[in-house]
C-alpha cells in the first residue's frame, strides 16, 4: 500500500483534523522538503498542516532538539549545569536538578549520532520509507489507533508520557520500537499553540501494517459491534 492510500485510510476511518506525519532519520540526500532554521517541535506542527522538512544540526535551532534528537553530544559540565537552571528556574518544568536528572535517566537515551537529517513531511507526501508515523489527534482518535495497534497481539506498549515533546513524539519510538502516547511538554505546547485537545500518538511504521490491516476487523476500525443475544438486556 503506497504512503497515500495509508494517509487516505487513516484520514476517512479516523476523521483526522491534522496529517499523519512520516519521520524518518536518515544519511541519504533528500531533496524535497523546506531546508531553514526551524525548531523540531515547530516544524511538527507545519509537517501536521501539510508542510514538509529536511533538518539537520545547521538548521536545527532549539539545543534540545539537537540533543534529543542526535545532532549533538549529551549535556555535561558547564552546559548541563545551565541546562539545569534553565528547566527549574526558567522554565519551571520540574522542581529540582534531581527530579531532572530522574526525568533524563529514568528513559530511553537521545539517538545520539543517528543520522545526518530528519525528514519530516505528511504521509501523503513521503518518498523514502517513513521510521515512524505521528498522529497529531484528540483522545478518541488516540484510543482508536492503540486499538488497532494491539488488535493482533494484544500487548499494551510502554509508554513514555512526559519530558521534551521531540523526545516523547519522536525519539522514544524510534529508540525503542515502541508505540507511544504522550501530550508533549507544556513549553513547546504553548510556545508553539498546539491545540488544547491535541496528544501526540507515535507509532513505529513497521506496525502500522498491521495496524490498518486490523480496520476491518476491529470496531475501534470500522467493523461493526455484534451483541450476541445472551448478552442483550431485555
Known amino acids: 500500500m503506497k504512503y497515500k492510500k495509508q494517509a487516505d485510510v487513516f484520514k476517512k476511518v479516523l476523521g483526522l483534523k491534522y496529517e499523519p506525519m512520516t519521520i524518518s532519520f536518515t544519511n541519504d540526500e533528500v531533496q524535497e522538503g523546506r531546508y531553514e532554521k526551524i525548531s523540531i517541535c515547530k516544524a511538527m506542527k507545519f509537517a501536521a498542516e ?27 559540565g558547564k552546559q548541563k549545569r545551565k541546562l539545569q537552571k534553565f528547566l527549574t528556574k526558567g522554565e519551571k518544568l520540574t522542581g529540582s536538578i534531581v527530579s531532572f536528572e530522574r526525568m533524563r535517566k529514568l528513559t530511553i537515551p537521545p539517538a545520539t549520532d543517528l543520522s545526518d537529517r530528519i525528514v519530516m513531511c505528511p504521509l501523503e507526501k513521503a518518498e523514502i520509507r517513513p521510521d ?8 478518541e482518535q488516540a484510543c482508536r489507533l492503540i486499538t488497532l495497534d494491539t488488535y493482533w497481539d494484544g500487548l499494551s506498549p510502554q509508554q513514555q508520557i512526559i519530558g521534551a515533546l521531540c523526545h ?39 506496525r502500522v501494517h498491521n495496524l490498518i490491516a486490523a480496520i476491518p476487523h476491529c470496531s475501534a476500525g470500522d467493523a461493526d459491534i455484534v451483541i450476541p443475544e445472551e448478552f442483550r438486556s431485555d
Open 50 to 76: 501539510g508542510e514538509s522538512f529536511i533538518i539537520d544540526e545547521d538548521v536545527s535551532t532549539c539545543p534540545g532538539g539537537n540533543h534529543y534528537c542526535g545532532f549533538s553530544e549529551p549535556f555535561a
Open 132 to 139: 515512524m508515523i505521528l498522529f497529531l489527534c484528540n483522545a
Open 168 to 206: 516523547s513524539a519522536i525519539v522514544y519510538t524510534i529508540m525503542s520500537g515502541n508505540t507511544n502516547m504522550t501530550v508533549g511538554d507544556w513549553t513547546a505546547r504553548s510556545h508553539q499553540g498546539f491545540e488544547s485537545d491535541v496528544v501526540f500518538l507515535s507509532v513505529p511504521y513497521e
